[in-house]
């Protein structure tokens, strides 16, 4: 069965840096796009950022774009986020997501547990 | 850029149908995607691509998106309805999600 499952969370000062990891099982992991989600405490859903199964395409949203760079490793069936310059609105769950497909038809099917991220002094 | 706008909350009795609606700017014109989160758990895919049902989703669930607004109805609700939804779409390559509904079984 699929299974997402996220690491790497914790307390980071502001202008920190995190690198969060997902590992993935259960399927062909290079024919997935994947994505980060995030939640802050107490609030919604916001996307963060996806890639493609070969790396070629990536998109980010404006919230986190030139600070946050996300990156796979398909021999190791791996996701990652490397967050940089944290702020403390970045302070949330981390969800990693599979994309049952790319491009504006694509929905995300299968979430792991999360991975909580605090930024604060 | 792009918004999604949900109304905060909806309340339902057991047995009756519930709708909730997320509004964007021609939406219709996009694929609408719904979630459902419990607390303390993650998101559940139980609507994709505007009417789509996932394996395993119950059928009283269902969407719909024309115009402005996509709508998910889940008919007959029961108490173990009782969750966030959350709508989403794609707009220039970047996800958008709604604020989020919280729904109330009572």
């Known amino acids: 069965q699929v299974q997402l499952v996220e690491s790497g969370g914790g307390l980071v000062k502001p202008g920190g840096s995190l690198r969060l990891s997902c590992t993935a099982s259960?399927?062909?992991?290079?024919?997935?796009?994947m994505s980060w989600i995030r939640q802050a405490p107490g609030k919604g859903l916001e996307w963060v950022s996806y890639?493609?199964?070969?790396?070629?395409?990536?998109s980010y949203a404006d919230s986190v774009k030139g600070r946050f760079t996300i990156s796979r490793d398909n021999a190791k069936n791996s996701l990652y986020l490397q967050m940089n310059s944290l702020r403390a609105e970045d302070t949330a769950v981390y969800y990693c997501?599979?994309?049952?497909?790319?491009?504006?038809?694509?929905?995300?099917?299968?979430w792991g547990q999360g991975t909580l991220v605090t930024v604060s002094s | 850029s792009y918004e999604l706008t949900q109304p905060p909350s909806v309340s339902v009795s057991p047995g009756q149908t519930a709708s909730i609606t997320c509004s964007g700017d021609?939406?219709?014109?996009?694929?609408a995607f719904w979630y459902q989160q419990k607390p303390g758990q993650s998101p559940v895919l139980v609507i994709y691509?505007?009417?789509k049902r996932p394996s395993g989703i119950p059928e009283r669930f269902s969407g719909s998106n024309s115009g402005n607004t996509a709508t998910l109805t889940i008919s007959g609700t029961q108490a173990m309805d009782e969750a966030d939804y959350y709508c989403?779409?794609?707009?220039?390559?970047?996800?958008?999600f709604g604020g989020g509904t919280q729904l109330t079984v009572l």
């Open positions: 890639i493609s199964g070969s790396s070629t395409y990536t």
């Open positions: 997501a599979r994309q049952l497909a790319g491009g504006d038809s694509s929905s995300f099917d299968y």
């Open positions: 021609k939406l219709g014109n996009k694929y």
């Open positions: 989403q779409a794609w707009d220039s390559s970047t996800g958008v």
């Open positions: 259960g399927f062909t992991f290079s024919d997935y796009y």
């Open positions: 691509q505007d009417n």
